[in-house]
Structures are given as C-alpha cells and as structure tokens.
C-alpha cells in the first residue's frame, strides 16, 4: 500500500517560485511513473509532469515546460516540483500521484492509482 502527502503549497505573486515535495511510503517497487497532476474550480484534473523510475526521464505539458521542473530523490522517498515564473492560471489543487503503468509518460489521470490528499497554490 502507497502513501503520498503533498507539501509546499501556499500563495505567491506572479513571477514568484514555490517547490512542492510529495513523500512518499509504502510499497512502491511496482510505480514506474510519479507525477503532478492539478486541478482548478470548475475545471478537470490535467496532467502536469512526471518522471519515471527509476530512469528518471522526465515528461512535461505544454503549459508548464521551461517553467516547472520534476525531480525523484530516492534517498528521501520524496518528489519534488519546482515551479518558477508562476502564473495567475497556475492556481490550482496539486496532486501527486503513482503510476504501474507503462504509458504513466502520458500524464492521463487514468494511469495512474495512487493518489495524495493535494496542497493548495495561489497565484495573483
């Protein structure tokens, strides 16, 4: 059983950068993607970026390549997500999430099994 909780999230202005840790426990021999997925009011959950492990290969959507960074420290059982250049529309519930599956580089919820509970960020 997988237990991720998330941490990190709070309010920042525009510009500003905030880094999301996600801590991991539990059996995670069979997860070979972690990922970020997020979620704002009255939208659906998207997919943010993932990295596979143990390769570590790192896959990212559009609208956050060149300003997000995801990162694996097996040592610390942790996932991190360093988000820089915040936007306004970077305001959302933050997920982390484990995936079995091989397609886990699509960053589509389906994939993916193992939830946290979210952290909170806001952008104005």
């Known amino acids: 059983h997988v237990q991720l909780v998330e941490s990190g999230g709070d309010s920042v202005q525009t510009g500003g950068s905030l880094k999301l840790s996600c801590e991991v426990s539990?059996?995670?021999?069979?997860?070979?993607?972690w990922a970020w997925f997020r979620q704002a009011p009255g939208k659906e959950r998207e997919g943010v970026a993932t990295?596979?492990?143990?390769?570590?290969?790192?896959y990212y959507a559009a609208s956050v390549k060149g300003r997000f960074t995801v990162s694996l420290d097996e040592g610390k059982n942790t996932v991190y997500l360093q988000m820089d250049s915040l936007k306004p529309e970077d305001s959302a519930m933050y997920y982390c999430?484990?995936?079995?599956?091989?397609?886990?580089?699509?960053?589509?919820?389906?994939?993916?099994?193992?939830w946290g509970q979210g952290t909170q960020v806001t952008v104005s």
């Open positions: 999430a484990g995936s079995e599956s091989p397609m886990g580089w699509l960053l589509t919820e389906g994939y993916f099994s193992v």
């Open positions: 539990g059996r995670t021999h069979d997860i070979k993607f």
């Open positions: 990295v596979h492990h143990p390769g570590r290969p790192t």
